[in-house]
């Protein structure tokens, strides 16, 4: 028996044994699809089976790229939005144990919902950033990975609201940028374009790596994965975000500093030709 919200019933599992939801012990991918297929397969499949070897979960024999692909696009199949969609698998320790389990034997659950755009676009509206300085991200290899602890994100998320903010830029141990709530983050100073890298703790995004080849192919642009200041920030000429569903979002104003946006319009439409072109 429980305790579910002041009303004695009988034990549910999903809430008593799930270790996910029990100690955060488990990770997770979002995917895009479109016209059935897996945006940057590869890259989430071996994200993924990285992550899972990072906390010690054992990685089933059938669990191969093919199957990945298989079970999300059988699933946005069966729902009818294989045209456009974002699915998110889930990957959890089996039930056992306290913080110690008792298998690394894991499931996986996958849910999808439709998306309205099949390409990439930038949001024209204005989108207005701060910094979230009441928790910061600890620079560890586990802060790269995209597990279900995230509550600095819920936290911080909470905060941009009650402040009429778009999205919060998130600080690592040192006081250094790492990254947005839902996002990677990109600097133009200059002709450089500068990115946290993934030793400040920052998200390994699947995003972040396809915009990192992209931007290396336009002439007159330096890539760099450097630290970044919050001073740096308002120094910037542009500033932007990125992430797998949205592609790129420009930040139009932090503080009192507005920024244009030309090189996340640049982006955008040498994103969506390499989609094309795959």
């Known amino acids: 028996m429980i305790n579910f919200n002041g009303n004695i019933a009988q034990e549910d599992t999903i809430l008593t ?4 939801f029990l100690y955060g012990d488990g990770i997770f991918e979002t995917v895009k699809i479109i016209n059935g297929k897996i945006l940057f397969l590869e890259d989430h499949y071996f994200r993924l089976m990285a992550s899972m070897r ?8 059938d669990f191969t790229m093919e199957y990945f692909e298989e079970q999300i696009l059988n699933l946005v199949k069966e729902q009818g939005i294989a045209s456009s969609a974002r699915a998110r698998i889930t990957v959890f320790r089996n039930d056992g144990g306290l913080y110690l389990p008792k298998t690394n034997d894991i499931s996986f659950l996958i849910n999808a919902t439709p998306i309205e755009s099949v390409s990439y676009a930038i949001n024209p509206n204005e989108y207005e950033v701060d910094l ?18 995230k509550m600095i994100n819920v936290t911080g998320s909470i905060y941009a609201h009650e402040n009429d903010l778009a999205n919060c830029i998130l600080l690592n141990d040192s006081k250094n940028v790492v990254e947005a709530l839902q996002g990677n983050i990109f600097m133009l100073t200059g ?28 002439e007159g642009i330096e890539v760099l994965e450097e630290i970044i200041s919050p001073f740096d920030l308002q120094k910037a000429d542009e500033l932007f975000l990125t992430n797998v569903i949205m592609g790129i979002q420009p930040i139009t104003k932090y503080r009192k500093k507005e920024f244009t946006t030309n090189l996340a319009h640049l982006l955008v439409q040498k994103l ?4 094309v072109e795959n």
């Open 54 to 61: 990072v906390v010690r979960m054992m990685i089933p024999m």
């Open 191 to 218: 002709k450089k374009l500068i990115t946290p890298p993934v030793s400040e703790g920052a998200l390994n995004g699947i995003m972040r790596k396809q915009i990192l080849a992209i931007a290396k192919k336009i």
């Open 17 to 20: 044994q799930n270790r996910a």
């Open 132 to 149: 979230y300085k009441d928790f910061y991200v600890t620079k560890q290899l586990l802060s790269s990975l995209k597990t279900t602890n």
């Open 272 to 275: 969506n030709e390499s989609i």
